[in-house]
């Protein structure tokens, strides 16, 4: 099932732990429209911008999901609402700021970024169709910190 000109249902909701652990990674009709919306308004956008393809990292991740991969089972990965990506022969700080100035988002959180190596990390983004704080954040694996820069 196509979620957007560029992006499946099956990309969103690969996952390798639940293939191995035999977790259910099914969203609900609800969880297939956040995704939808996520890729429609986050990724298209930034996917056409840089005219190259993105890798999805992480997409929607089940509560059970979650719980293995010692996340919140109540995430906005859980809801359907984010992903987290990288594209390469690109920096990851480029497409968080492409994203941070041009787009309607939730939170975006430049993960694991290192200055001497911009391909290093990935971009975490959410998009909530009702309340979007536009929150932008660096992680460093230690600390959260407002990313100002």
């Known amino acids: 099932m196509q979620l957007s000109g560029h992006f499946s249902l099956n990309e969103l ?6 293939t191995r652990k035999g977790i259910n990674n099914t969203p609900s009709p609800e969880q297939v429209e956040n995704l939808t919306d996520l890729c429609i308004q986050v990724l298209e ?4 911008h840089f005219s190259k393809p993105m890798v999805i990292t992480s997409g929607y991740r089940s509560g059970d999901l979650c719980l293995a991969i010692g996340s919140n089972p109540n995430s906005q990965h ?13 920096d990851n700080k480029s497409l968080a700021k492409y994203i941070r100035s041009e787009l309607i988002y939730d939170q975006l959180i430049l993960e694991y970024w290192e200055e001497d190596d911009p391909s290093s990390g990935w971009v975490h983004c959410s998009y909530n169709k009702d309340n979007n704080r536009k929150q932008s954040l660096t992680y460093d694996g230690k600390d959260y910190k407002e990313w100002l820069t």
């Open 45 to 48: 956008p930034t996917r056409r």
């Open 78 to 90: 859980a809801l359907g609402m984010a992903a987290d990506f990288e594209m390469f022969g690109e």
């Open 13 to 18: 909701t690969k996952s390798q732990t639940a």
